[in-house]
């Protein structure tokens, strides 16, 4: 007669040898492959990452006198620190010791509020990072002459007829809108593609289990 | 890791873990297809429980806060394939299974187990407590669902399994 799974389960684990406990060596110290302890892990490398690179990009814009753009920078990509510090806190609030459903939904939550957050920030992001960079090259160093107000007065002398606009030309003012722009609606794009490469599949798979349960619940 | 932590979860491992490892081990079984897979599995697992055992408050039974956060763990965790991106390692199943040698002396009970792997997460988790002969409400409290479903969902489950065994399905 055909045996039931329950009697294959029962009967097989006391027939074999398969409920030997493999061997530990310093479990205690292993590098976790969890989902939330990697996403922590990210998190703080990438903080601790942003912070040195802004305090290198702040000397060295102050070593080839464009401090401007480094301050800017600094500025901007320490808003950034500071928001996803208070993000990574909702992280480490999830706790494992609860039901599956609570336990996934807690993380897919964090995670869509971390990804529409840093998505948003990104559409400002990109942008800003430019105008920092163009007016740290405009305006150079503290003091002295203004590198954007000295090639102005040459472009006046080989094109008299360009048309100003507080002191700059027209065609400069519509590709530096043009750009932002651009940067401002594909920053969001920009970091949803880059997430997709790294967690697409998990975040698919996630959605996926969480519908199974969703459905398990109704 | 200073020498007397070490010492203390080494004693936490023996006394708390290993006891229930029959309990884990079953879990990530279910979720793995390689011994290697499932080595790291059982590891993690461990390491999890240890750095969340503050939370245990004593609500339930140490045996099924081991359940939920063996299931819970084991649905969630990621390995680095070759090309670098992140998976589940419940993900690489082939058709054509096959079980290492060293995994099930029992052939009946290998046979089961990558009929359970062709299951999705849910179903497996579903499956593996009511094989430990949970009662439909524990299951629905380790799970987060309602019992009156889980018995829908385990006959279905059953028939699937069925199915896979008599190598209907593939």
Same mark, same amino acid.
């Given at each position: 007669?055909?045996?039931?799974?329950?009697?294959?389960?029962?009967?097989?684990?006391?027939?074999?040898?398969?409920?030997?406990?493999?061997?530990?060596?310093?479990?205690?110290?292993?590098?976790?492959?969890?989902?939330?302890?990697?996403?922590?892990? =990210? &998190?703080? %490398?990438?903080? #601790?990452?942003? $912070?040195?690179?802004?305090?290198?990009?702040? /000397?060295? +814009?102050?070593?080839?006198?464009?401090?401007?753009?480094?301050?800017? =920078? &600094?500025? %901007?990509?320490? #808003?950034?620190? $500071?928001?996803?510090?208070?993000?990574?806190? /909702?992280? +480490?609030?999830?706790?494992?010791?609860?039901?599956?459903?609570?336990?996934?939904?807690?993380?897919?939550?964090?995670?869509?509020?971390?990804?529409?957050?840093?998505?948003?920030?990104?559409?400002?992001?990109?942008?800003?990072?430019?105008?920092?960079?163009?007016?740290?090259?405009?305006?150079?160093?503290?003091?002295?002459?203004?590198?954007?107000?000295?090639?102005?007065?040459?472009?006046?002398?080989?094109?008299?007829?360009?048309?100003?606009?507080?002191?700059?030309?027209l065609y400069i003012w519509l590709t530096g809108i043009l750009i932002t722009v651009l940067l401002a609606f594909f920053g969001g794009k920009i970091y949803r593609w880059d997430l997709n490469i790294v967690y697409g599949r998990v975040l698919r798979k996630l959605d996926e289990i969480i519908a199974d349960m969703e459905e398990l619940k109704s | 890791m200073s020498h007397k932590k070490r010492r203390v979860s080494s004693d936490f491992y023996t006394s708390s873990i290993l006891p229930y490892a029959a309990i884990i081990i079953k879990i990530c079984r279910a979720y793995t297809n390689s011994q290697e897979d499932f080595e790291d599995y059982y590891q993690e697992v461990c390491l999890q429980i240890w750095k969340s055992k503050d939370n245990f408050k004593?609500?339930?039974?140490?045996?099924?806060?081991?359940?939920?956060?063996?299931?819970?763990?084991?649905m969630t965790l990621l390995k680095k394939k070759k090309n670098k991106h992140q998976h589940f390692a419940s993900d690489y199943l082939p058709v054509e299974v096959v079980e290492e040698p060293q995994a099930f002396t029992d052939e009946s009970l290998a046979q089961l187990y990558t009929a359970i792997r062709q299951l999705s997460e849910v179903d497996r988790g579903v499956i593996l407590l009511y094989l430990e002969e949970k009662s439909y409400q524990e299951i629905a409290d380790i799970i987060g669902s309602n019992p009156n479903n889980i018995g829908v969902r385990i006959k279905r489950i059953k028939e699937r399994l069925k199915k896979l065994l008599d190598g209907k399905v593939n």
């Open positions: 007669m055909e045996k039931s799974i329950e009697s294959i389960w029962k009967e097989g684990f006391l027939k074999s040898d398969v409920l030997i406990a493999p061997k530990v060596n310093d479990i205690y110290n292993k590098r976790s492959e969890h989902i939330v302890d990697k996403f922590t892990r =990210m &998190f703080k %490398i990438n903080l #601790v990452a942003i $912070v040195v690179g802004s305090f290198f990009v702040v /000397g060295m +814009s102050y070593a080839v006198n464009i401090p401007y753009m480094g301050i800017g =920078m &600094f500025i %901007i990509v320490n #808003v950034l620190v $500071v928001i996803n510090k208070r993000l990574m806190k /909702g992280l +480490s609030k999830i706790d494992k010791n609860v039901n599956s459903f609570q336990y996934l939904k807690t993380f897919d939550n964090w995670m869509k509020e971390q990804t529409s957050v840093n998505e948003k920030f990104s559409r400002f992001l990109y942008p800003l990072i430019f105008l920092s960079m163009v007016s740290g090259f405009w305006f150079g160093g503290f003091g002295g002459d203004v590198p954007g107000d000295i090639m102005v007065n040459e472009l006046l002398l080989s094109y008299p007829d360009l048309v100003l606009v507080f002191g700059i030309p | 004593g609500q339930s039974e140490w045996s099924t806060w081991v359940y939920r956060l063996s299931l819970n763990v084991s």
